[in-house]
């Protein structure tokens, strides 16, 4: 198994929503990953948890708080979002050192729209 | 993190070869350098990684100059199913693979 699954592929919240993406998967990678992509933009990496402790965050805003609960699941839980926060929220998994090739697997992602 | 410059858009034609120039001045030390293919509303998909000289698998060819300093991921006889957006990643493993997303190069396969 070679995929990593996210859900739901759309959400549409408001402002004053809490709502959670979900990411899972079962190749054993000790890293996961959170990228944030705008439409024709590059994705950009938002957090990385290692060994399921946060081991990179890029200055993201705290409306935005990751969750690692286990070493196959990866959360994301929104609350109090902004407009020019909709996007495409991507997962990916990798293995956490050197021993494999560096490949991130990544997921389909989830569409967020905030209105 | 090393920041890398990519060529904006390339055209080209089914079953030429397609080379995409990537350049990294700043990569450091420990970075690795990997190409990833994305196509619209899908995520990225890992093309092939590098470290030094020339690495090849059965879809692309990476190859890096001694001074690392740019990379070109070479496409043999493209497809119209090649069209997509090629990044250039350059990072180290530091408890997971810290990279940076350049801007990328849309290419599109002509029949």
């Known amino acids: 198994d070679t995929e990593v699954t996210q859900t739901p592929k759309h959400l549409v919240m408001g402002m004053t929503n809490k709502k959670s993406l979900k990411c899972e998967q079962h190749?054993?990678?000790?890293?996961m990953y959170w990228y944030k992509q705008k439409a024709k933009k590059p994705p950009e990496l938002m957090f990385v948890y290692s060994y399921e402790k946060l081991s990179i965050n890029e200055s993201v805003p705290s409306r935005f708080s990751p969750e690692c609960p286990n070493s196959s699941l990866l959360n994301l839980h929104l609350h109090a979002l902004q407009p020019e926060d909709s996007a495409l929220y991507l997962c990916?998994?990798?293995?956490?050192?050197?021993?494999?090739?560096?490949?991130?697997?990544f997921g389909e992602g989830s569409r967020l729209t905030v209105l | 993190l090393a920041k890398t410059t990519q060529p904006i858009s390339m055209d080209s034609y089914e079953g030429q070869e397609v080379n995409i120039t990537c350049s990294h001045n700043?990569?450091?030390?420990?970075?690795?350098i990997t190409w990833y293919q994305q196509f619209p509303s899908q995520g990225p998909r890992f093309i092939i990684q590098g470290y030094k000289t020339k690495v090849t698998n059965e879809v692309a060819s990476l190859f890096i100059p001694a001074d690392r300093k740019s990379s070109t991921l070479s496409l043999p006889r493209v497809s119209l199913s090649d069209t997509a957006v090629y990044y250039c990643l350059v990072g180290e493993f530091t408890g997971g693979f810290k990279t940076i997303f350049g801007a990328g190069t849309r290419l599109f396969v002509k029949a």
């Open positions: 700043n990569i450091a030390t420990n970075d690795y």
């Open positions: 190749m054993g990678h000790r890293a």
């Open positions: 990916a998994s990798s293995q956490a050192d050197l021993s494999g090739t560096g490949e991130l697997f």
